[in-house]
């Protein structure tokens, strides 16, 4: 386990950057742009009709609508926190706490990709291979160090970061909302919640993604060149073959079908501890995992191989 557990940190050491200041950018570009609109009105009163200012204004407790700010009557017409029912506003704070979640997603599977493509390749690239060859570490442990780091090390910065911009939007919006409405913004938020949910949903994602991980480790164990290419460009290879001499998709369409379902159990915005829990019902979550795992076992063998020649 020490042993492990010493691979896991060299990981760490040599991925840190990426994983722990791409969050940290984006999390204080979100900042500056939130004390940044604090300086800046929007123009809305001028582009309201009569009757909106009428409809607004009954919303709002009859307030008039020309001493509220830009902000405040952005948060009056978007979230309409006074007339909604708190299943509807839950349902309006989650699409913003999930819209800020975004970025942050998208740069980390930006990230994990590009680790795991070359986590085997550069080693053989640059004869680091060698020196870790002259170690007492097998290559059993060395690749699944390797997918563990990306799938269950890495994002903890990247939930942190979640976290806090997700916190400080409902700070945000809490503060613009209709007189008396701010604890009902809070409420619906859930934002308590949303670590332990972010960290459920993230330990069932890299079991969900172990095929897509595994593939894409495989590829890095053996290609002598462009293994990005070679990653993303063989399941699209594939899916033109199978379309032009058998005429069906049926191999995109699982491809497909996986991701979706891995969507709705892992990455749905809504906070529910018990939702990734499901995968377990379900057959695609079952036929991912062994894949996943028969294509790490290929990369070991690949490794081994290059190691003994």
């Not at 709705?264 to 996943?292: C, E, Y």
Request: glycine share 6%; proline share 3%.
């Amino acid at each position: 386990m020490s042993k492990f557990i010493g691979l896991l940190k060299r990981e760490w050491r040599e991925h840190a950057n990426g994983f722990l200041w791409a969050p940290g950018a984006i999390l204080a570009v979100l900042l500056l742009v939130g004390v940044f609109s604090l300086f800046v009105d929007p123009e809305v009163k001028g582009d309201m009709s009569s009757v909106e200012r009428q409809e607004l204004e009954q919303r709002i407790d009859g307030q008039d609508v020309s001493e509220l700010s830009g902000l405040e009557l952005l948060a009056a017409m978007t979230l309409d926190a006074a007339g909604s029912t708190d299943a509807e506003l839950r349902e309006k704070i989650t699409e913003a706490l999930s819209s800020v979640a975004v970025p942050f997603n998208l740069v980390f599977f930006i990230l994990a990709f590009s680790v795991l493509v070359n986590c085997l390749y550069d080693e053989r690239k640059d004869q680091s291979i060698l020196f870790w060859k002259s170690m007492p570490v097998s290559d059993v442990d060395t690749v699944l160090s390797k997918w563990v780091f990306v799938s269950w090390v890495a994002p903890i910065t990247t939930i942190a970061a979640i976290c806090l911009a997700q916190f400080f939007t409902v700070a945000f919006i809490s503060a613009f909302v209709e007189e008396g409405m701010a604890g009902r913004i809070w409420s619906a938020s859930q934002i308590w919640l949303r670590p332990f949910d972010l960290v459920l949903r993230f330990v069932f994602l890299g079991l969900w993604l172990l095929p897509v991980a595994g593939w894409i480790m495989f590829v890095s164990s053996w290609a002598k060149r462009l293994p990005t290419l070679i990653a993303l460009g063989a399941p699209w290879i594939v899916t033109l073959l199978e379309r032009l001499f058998i005429g069906s998709n049926h191999f995109s369409q699982m491809i497909s079908n996986h991701l979706a379902q891995m969507y709705n159990t892992s990455l749905s915005s809504a906070v529910d501890l018990a939702a990734p829990f499901s995968s377990f019902t379900q057959l695609t979550f079952w036929i991912g995992l062994l894949l996943g795992v028969a294509l790490l076992a290929a990369a070991t063998v690949c490794r081994q191989r290059i190691n003994d020649g």
